[in-house]
């Protein structure tokens, strides 16, 4: 678990997703600057495979988020999340925020959910907390005892419900948190840019 970029408020008890590392902020900024702007730059890039029939020139123009898409994302979490591109930029974010775990629970839980059978409903759910729950996880989230407890003893018997509060949890804590920072910084004004045209090259 990463105690160093995680904390509890002594009167709320609530987890927050992440802190921003202002240490490795301070020390790697132009590493991480590089680093999303390369992704980002392989997300809006127009693909050349793209560029043979008419049919493919205008699939190729909706290859790019538009502005107004970018503009929505904005509006709500649900609505960047809900879009493949801005669900993709949030996790280049979450990433150089060193806290992608989040993002990644919450798809993972999305996945679970859509299962069926009880045995891809069990196989899953190990996964899901091998990975993301117990103690020591590779990429383990911050959640309360309760709820800890609560998909434990859901393991023997579960259902597509299993995750659902800790689901909610993280992606209250996304909303609360990282997607505002999102909002913020430097990489959605440079989404906006290249939607509306502003700016045609993200420079190195």
Request: glycine share 2%; with cysteine.
């Amino acid at each position: 678990m990463r105690e160093n970029l995680a904390c509890v408020s002594s009167q709320s008890m609530a987890f927050t997703d992440c802190l921003t590392p202002t240490d490795l902020f301070t020390e790697k900024n132009g590493i991480k600057r590089k680093n999303w702007r390369n992704r980002i730059r392989f997300l809006l890039q127009t693909n050349s495979s793209q560029r043979v029939t008419g049919l493919h020139l205008k699939k190729n123009r909706s290859y790019r988020p538009s502005a107004d898409d970018v503009n929505q994302w904005a509006q709500s979490l649900d609505k960047l999340l809900s879009h493949k591109y801005g669900k993709a930029a949030f996790c280049i974010f979450l990433k150089s925020e060193f806290c992608e775990e989040n993002i990644e629970f919450w798809t993972a839980c999305e996945e679970f959910r859509t299962l069926t059978s009880h045995k891809e409903l069990a196989s899953k759910a190990n996964i899901i907390y091998e990975e993301f729950i117990k103690s020591e996880a590779p990429k383990e989230i911050n959640l309360d005892f309760h709820t800890k407890n609560a998909i434990v003893q859901s393991l023997h018997e579960p259902t597509a419900t299993s995750f659902l509060a800790a689901q909610r949890k993280v992606y209250s804590l996304m909303e609360n948190n990282s997607y505002p920072r999102f909002i913020h910084s430097d990489l959605y004004k440079e989404l906006c840019a290249v939607a509306k045209g502003e700016s045609k090259h993200i420079k190195s």
